[in-house]
């Protein structure tokens, strides 16, 4: 049963992810893509926290950490390579 | 005062480290404070913990902060979505000043990031004791009104907590 | 046009390669004999919970040992080439108030996070690589933050070079003491299964590459960043 | 099941990458599509190792080593891979910028010592 | 408890969704940060809360996981908000007023 | 779990083909490097953490700094 529902919300949390990519793909300016870029991959930590839940595997959330961390920092780069800061 | 920073630092980080360990071991605990002596070295050296302050009275103005924090956030959520699912955008957007009391460099992080999460706002700029804001759906422009219409209702907590 | 038919000749055929490879591709249900012997002697024998960490730091060892000192090669040709055609640094516009306070907070946060997943390479996912990859985006971290900021090289090197010859000694310690070959890691008593101090000697081995990795990666993006020591003092 | 369809995606991200590093005439675009390619065949690797049902060989008592666990020397080895990839990839970003340096573009076809 | 935790679970995708379709539909750059910065926050603590529920052993990593999700968030989309206004990226012509413009001049 | 898996592989080939197709250069490393991200998932179900923390980390992380970087060089010549 709840699995059946974290497996509706992990497709449903993909779903939207394709619906970002849209925004990805269309741009117009890169900033536009960056933000894109940021809610992809936040949304994407949920679903690896979903998934750890559903292989009942702890360790899993490590390696969200992780994601979380490169995420942040990439959009930092591109943010400040933009404003001529790095 | 480097004292007080040090022992923050030194607490903040071993709490974090035994929740990423999940353990209360003695080797957890060992290897835990030595990592975490290297890593207040980081912060007493940059000096953020500075001015911190650590009597009770700042410890109600944190949690009177976090409880202000979480329902602003829940409220600018539905907020934001209700702007998001109505058939046609309705937004008034501008980019208006603020000015803030708060002079401690963690105060003022705090500050900004409450303001970037709440109702329709997003901290753009910072420069010295002036925040530039862009408000989804400004009422006003002039700055003593937006000053306290945004910052008040957190500023008055965190005074407290971080001078 | 010849290049681009040539293009398209090479897809084709590469293409083609891995159509048949797919084809006849199925999914395995038992393991090769070389690994069920890992997974079902790899415990036992080692201590280490994490079996990849097992293979990476002690049954294949040697490669480890060479890919620390590829990526030793690469950083230090990423440092020649860069030295060779240094360009006089613009500046470069500095980060919000914001960011540099969250860049000081964060990065000792980072540090401990590396230095987590380099601890507890054998038993949770993770090592020295990941570790050390983690404390070099917290140096990333502090660079964006302030981009102007000279940061030298010298304590970095002397890190890097310190953890190298541990490593090669702690290597040679398991083929001298007990004579069982080199980068064993019984010579120290295995502890507890499952523990913070257990499988002998693979933690301390993945710290040290975890250090090396961290001052090698940190010293390429210092390099790449372009404001080094040297070049201030000419 | 799973990693048939892993090998599947393996393989067109192959193509992908050595499409990309073989049409672009951007040298950046070049070491993207390098990077793809890589991405590509470490999933093929790992999908290789992968055992039906298996779960991660990180094992939490010693009473479970019976279990079925997918097969970590694929995983070894696409480890160091990743790492040497890194490695290779800084080599040829430096590379490129000296390029830059030298003659001022990016574009392939204006590098003529390195035609046929 | 299961069935809480998994319907905060969902409540949380649902969020994700909503501002997934913020980040399409709003006009300019600093409106997209908005919808996009807040929501997936919300959305976050909803999901990971809900996984504390299910196990309730996980709660020390996944508090870690949220303070970090919580800090990082809003300082990614200052810097961006920062870099959009440095580059002059086109406003939606619905703004009123751009203070920072200026106090620049 | 088939139809995560497929999801996901679709989401990572999306990815790849923009990073390949796009004209801009700085893009096309952000989609390279989001292409890594989601290959770090399928990693997750083919039950390899280590790989899937080692690709995000390195693969995808650090290899993208370190474009940025180097594309940081290439502009500062291009205008001043």
Request: with cysteine.
């Amino acid at each position: 049963m709840a699995d059946n529902i974290l497996l509706t919300a992990a497709v449903i949390s993909l779903l939207s992810i394709f619906i970002a990519l849209l925004r990805f793909i269309k741009g117009p300016s890169v900033l536009d893509r960056v933000v894109a870029f940021d809610v992809i991959s936040i949304i994407a930590i949920s679903v690896i926290a979903i998934l750890a839940y559903m292989f009942r595997r702890a360790i899993y959330i490590d390696v969200a950490l992780v994601y979380g961390l490169l995420s942040f920092l990439g959009v930092l780069v591109v943010a400040r390579y933009y404003e001529r800061g790095l | 005062m480097k004292f007080k920073a040090a022992v923050i630092a030194l607490f903040l980080g071993l709490l974090i480290w035994l929740g990423l360990n999940g353990s209360l071991g003695r080797e957890v605990l060992i290897t835990g404070i030595i990592v975490t002596v290297i890593t207040s070295f980081f912060y007493i050296g940059s000096g953020v913990f500075r001015d911190v302050h650590l009597t009770p009275r700042a410890l109600i103005a944190l949690i009177a902060w976090i409880i202000v924090f979480l329902i602003e956030l829940v409220k600018s959520n539905i907020d934001v979505m209700s702007r998001v699912v109505t058939p046609k955008v309705r937004i008034n957007p501008a980019i208006v000043q603020v000015k803030t009391k708060l002079r401690s460099r963690l105060g003022r992080l705090a500050l900004a990031n409450s303001i970037t999460l709440t109702p329709g706002t997003l901290t753009a700029d910072i420069v010295d004791d002036t925040l530039f804001i862009h408000w989804i759906d400004a009422s006003t422009v002039d700055i003593d009104e937006a000053t306290r219409k945004i910052v008040e209702k957190f500023e008055k907590h965190l005074e407290v907590l971080f001078g | 046009m010849v290049r681009k038919a040539f293009t398209l000749l090479m897809l084709i055929a590469v293409g083609m390669m891995l159509l048949g490879f797919v084809m006849n591709f199925t999914e395995k249900t038992a393991l090769p004999e070389v690994s069920s012997h890992y997974i079902e002697k790899g415990p036992a024998e080692l201590g280490s919970a994490n079996i990849v960490t097992a293979v990476v730091v002690t049954y294949r060892g040697l490669d480890t040992l060479g890919e620390v000192t590829i990526l030793f090669a690469a950083a230090a040709v990423v440092g020649l080439l860069n030295h060779l055609n240094r360009n006089e640094s613009s500046i470069r516009r500095e980060g919000s108030e914001l960011l540099n306070t969250a860049s000081t907070l964060l990065f000792p946060l980072i540090f401990l996070f590396g230095a987590y997943v380099f601890i507890n390479g054998h038993l949770s996912p993770g090592g020295g690589f990941q570790g050390g990859a983690i404390i070099a985006s917290g140096v990333v971290l502090t660079v964006l933050a302030n981009p102007n900021r000279k940061i030298g090289h010298r304590v970095l090197s002397i890190i890097e070079s310190l953890s190298g010859l541990i490593y090669v000694a702690l290597g040679a310690a398991g083929a001298l003491l007990i004579a069982n070959g080199f980068l064993d890691n019984r010579i120290i008593p295995l502890g507890e299964f499952g523990s913070l101090f257990s499988a002998g000697i693979i933690p301390v081995i993945y710290s040290v590459i975890g250090l090396k990795v961290g001052s090698e990666l940190s010293s390429v993006v210092i390099t790449l960043n372009g404001e080094t020591i040297e070049e201030d003092a000419k | 099941m799973i990693s048939t369809i892993a090998v599947s995606t393996g393989s067109l991200l192959v193509l992908i990458g050595l499409w990309g590093a073989l049409t672009n005439r951007d040298i950046i675009r070049m070491i993207v599509g390098f990077s793809i390619f890589d991405v590509g065949i470490h999933i093929i690797m790992i999908s290789i190792g992968y055992i039906s049902g298996g779960t991660a060989p990180i094992i939490s008592s010693l009473s479970e080593v019976g279990a079925s666990f997918v097969d970590p020397v694929p995983q070894a080895l696409v480890l160091t891979a990743i790492v040497i990839g890194l490695g290779i990839t800084a080599f040829m970003l430096t590379y490129a910028v000296n390029m830059y340096n030298k003659k001022g573009t990016l574009e392939i076809d204006k590098f003529e010592e390195l035609k046929w | 408890m299961e069935i809480v935790g998994s319907i905060l679970v969902l409540i949380g995708s649902l969020i994700f969704f909503l501002s997934a379709l913020g980040v399409i539909r709003m006009p300019d750059v600093y409106n997209r940060i908005q919808t996009g910065t807040k929501a997936t926050t919300l959305g976050t603590i909803f999901v990971l809360t809900g996984i504390a529920f299910l196990s309730p052993g996980w709660i020390p990593k996944l508090v870690i996981l949220l303070i970090f999700i919580i800090l990082t968030n809003p300082v990614s989309s200052h810097v961006v908000a920062r870099a959009a206004h440095f580059n002059k990226e086109p406003m939606s012509p619905l703004t009123t007023c751009d203070k920072m413009d200026e106090a620049e001049e | 779990m088939e139809i995560l898996f497929i999801i996901i592989s679709v989401l990572t080939i999306i990815m790849a083909l923009t990073a390949v197709i796009v004209k801009d250069r700085i893009v096309a490393v952000l989609a390279g490097g989001a292409a890594g991200l989601f290959a770090s998932i399928l990693f997750i179900i083919m039950a390899a953490p280590d790989v899937a923390m080692t690709e995000a980390a390195i693969g995808s992380g650090l290899t993208t700094f370190i474009f940025f970087f180097a594309l940081r060089k290439i502009r500062s010549k291009d205008n001043g």
